[in-house]
């Protein structure tokens, strides 16, 4: 059988036309997958980070008393004002603001919500702004689309109804005595 075989390829062992082509045609798609890769990582990274730092930055203004009457609206409005690569920002944030006892450190055990897209009424999270020297956690939530969600990279993330991902920013501040 293995006679036979080299029998039938014996023509093309020594034939070099066409070498060149076929490397090209097998590697090819190897190197466009690893580049949109790189290149959605790249901008689901740079996405997160201005979240991370529009969320310090907001809520270091928040507990230094410098919002007055916080709200959700308004922490959104500060965030996205900030984090201007992230589009559609303010209708895809969901943000959480809840104190955490100082005695038993106990933190929430519920996942960090996101925007339901396939609900029209969303879920109900914690907005409690805190009293004086009161340790406060904040965790906000954005629905960012996928670029090339049918890419080797994209099709292995968790996916909402509308293709986009949830990427999550946590915080914490002290209430400063006023």
Request: proline share 6%; charged share 20%.
């Amino acid at each position: 059988m293995i006679r036979r075989i080299r029998t039938l390829f014996r023509p093309f062992r020594k034939d070099e036309r066409g070498l060149a082509s076929v490397e090209f045609a097998l590697f090819f798609p190897l190197y466009m997958g690893m580049f949109f890769w790189a290149a959605e990582l790249g901008i689901m990274t740079i996405k997160s980070v201005m979240l991370d730092h529009a969320l310090d930055v907001s809520m270091r203004e928040l507990r230094l008393g410098q919002v007055e009457n916080p709200t959700a609206d308004k922490l959104k409005a500060a965030i996205c004002s900030r984090a201007t690569i992230i589009g559609n920002c303010e209708d895809q944030m969901m943000i959480e603001l809840q104190p955490v006892s100082t005695t038993t450190w106990a933190m929430p055990q519920t996942p960090v919500t996101c925007v339901n897209n396939d609900e029209e009424i969303q879920p109900v999270v914690t907005f409690s702004p805190g009293r004086q020297q009161e340790l406060m956690l904040v965790r906000a939530c954005i629905i960012i689309p996928v670029l090339l969600p049918d890419a080797m990279f994209g099709r292995q993330l968790q996916k909402d109804s509308t293709g986009g991902i949830g990427i999550a920013a946590i915080s914490s501040f002290v209430n400063e005595p006023s």
